[in-house]
């Protein structure tokens, strides 16, 4: 996968993208990350990449020249398929299922704004898609595009050590994850649960899926509603509501 990353404050993603799991997919070389200072595309000798909005009003806009030129300037896309993803607030609300959708493309461009908003012609002719990582606003995209990017990469293959790490997180599956446990067997008189060490495989599935069922109803009852259950995970689910 190559991602390009447009954004006035390149130097905040060195330490992220460099450690941890980012860092060993671009060594592998399942992902190239590049960081484009748009700043550089503004086609004026002040480099302003910002301008009072029309009709008045507080902040400033982006203008469109600088991200428009920016984007022009990559190298041409493989197959023409590249996502360009705005980062805003009044985006699609970034979610797991965007994530897995996100990890099948072969190149993303995210840009990261600043100040009040964007012009809105980079919305309506540039970008395909606009996220949002919640319902709050930052003072930039880039802390969004950081967690956009390390959500989509490790769904890559060969970036996880086994595919069911991220096959069982929380979301992918529908519900929360279930609880986990490892050494030692007892800590401070808090022990391991007995299904855990039985070495029953289908008695330790069902356990985990059990705990997961209650707490997505304990913690994200929402989730609930388009979950995928079997019969049997109906019944249970019943059970845990008490009825």
């Given at each position: ?19 941890s ?15 484009v ?87 309506e ?8 990582i ?73 356990w ?6 209650k ?13 995928d259950?079997t019969?049997?995970e109906?019944q ?8």
């Amino acid at each position: 996968m190559k991602i390009h990353i447009l954004s006035l404050f390149p130097e905040m993603f060195t330490g992220v993208f460099n450690s941890s799991i980012l860092k060993k997919a671009q060594e592998k070389n399942e992902v190239s990350i590049d960081i484009v200072n748009f700043r550089e595309y503004s086609g004026n000798k002040h480099h302003q990449v910002d301008d009072y909005p029309y009709g008045g009003g507080a902040g400033m806009v982006l203008k469109p020249e600088p991200i428009f030129n920016a984007v022009e300037a990559l190298p041409p896309s493989t197959n023409g398929n590249r996502r360009i993803i705005l980062l805003c607030p009044q985006g699609e609300r970034f979610n797991q299922q965007k994530a897995e959708e996100l990890a099948k493309e072969e190149e993303l461009v995210f840009i990261c704004g600043h100040y009040e908003g964007y012009d809105e012609r980079i919305r309506e002719h540039l970008v395909t898609d606009e996220i949002s990582i919640g319902d709050f606003v930052l003072t930039g995209g880039e802390l969004a595009a950081m967690t956009v990017v390390d959500s989509v990469v490790r769904l890559l293959p060969n970036v996880l050590g086994k595919s069911a790490s991220h096959e069982q997180d929380s979301f992918s599956t529908g519900l929360l994850e279930h609880p986990h446990y490892t050494r030692p067997v007892e800590y401070r008189g808090y022990k391991v649960p007995d299904v855990l060490l039985s070495g029953n495989h289908a008695a330790i599935d069902k356990w985990r899926r059990d705990q997961s069922l209650k707490r997505t109803f304990d913690r994200r009852n929402d989730l609930l509603e388009n979950a995928d259950l079997t019969e049997a995970e109906k019944q249970m689910l019943q059970s845990i509501k008490g009825l």
